[in-house]
């Protein structure tokens, strides 16, 4: 085979590694809005993330309060405790 023949495939090979590297996107995230969460029991729980693309519509918040038991559930079977009630929801850095 002819050297310059190589060389040209050698080059056009790293340029479509190059590009295909660049045409990537990074995938898309999922957003959350954070809750502070108080239960029934007085204690209370910061930060709870809640996927964004349930809340808002009619419901507001309230939808938030089902994912947040839910998660509650789950880990209260995998610690052997029960869950707690909550008693409040209110999105984290919101007004008191």
Known sequence: MDLHFLSRRVALCRHFAQESQLAKKPAARAEFVLFDVTYEDGS????RRVP???????????PARATIEEQDREIAEKSG?????IKSLQRSGGKK
């Open 44 to 47: 209370r729980r910061s930060n």
């Open 52 to 62: 964004s693309n349930i809340l808002g519509g009619l419901d507001g918040d309230e």
């Open 81 to 85: 405790q029960p869950p707690l009630r």
